[in-house]
């Protein structure tokens, strides 16, 4: 089992920057599909991004494509979302999550196919 802990969220004002970090415990990130989601207060939660457990396939929300980059550094048990361009509508607190199984896009952008999720951080981006 995996332990999965978010840091980086923050009070940004629009058009800025944060970077979010997902560190893991317990077992490599490696043997892992990796996803961010978001829940905006009184909303469901979304998928934002995706990678493949090999590094090569990535996946983005249209909302954030171009805005945000997802990335992994396996010698550091770490998934990041590199997040520029800030908008009011990210705010939302950001989770990480962790999935095994078969690596499909569709599953890579499902909700429901991650087993090992984080506590969330909080994310706020003023108007």
């Keep these: 089992q995996v332990r999965l802990v978010e840091s980086g969220g923050a009070l940004v004002?629009?058009?800025?920057s944060l970077r979010l970090s997902c560190a893991a415990s317990g077992r490599t990130l490696g043997v892992y599909d990796m996803g961010w989601f978001r829940q905006a207060p009184g909303k469901e939660r979304e998928f934002v991004a995706a990678i493949s457990r090999s590094g090569i396939s990535l996946y983005y929300a249209d909302?954030?494509?171009?805005?945000?980059?997802?990335?992994?550094?396996?010698?550091?048990?770490?998934?990041?979302l590199q997040m520029n361009s800030l908008k009011p509508e990210d705010t939302a607190v950001y989770y990480c999550a962790a999935k095994g199984g078969i690596p499909t896009a569709r599953d890579l952008?499902?909700?429901?196919?991650?087993?090992?999720?984080?506590?969330?951080?909080?994310?706020?981006?003023?108007?």
């Design 63 to 80: 909302s954030v494509k171009g805005r945000f980059t997802i990335a992994r550094d396996k010698l550091k048990n770490t998934v990041y």
């Design 13 to 16: 004002q629009t058009g800025g």
């Design 109 to 127: 952008m499902t909700l429901d196919e991650y087993a090992y999720w984080g506590q969330g951080t909080q994310v706020t981006v003023s108007s």
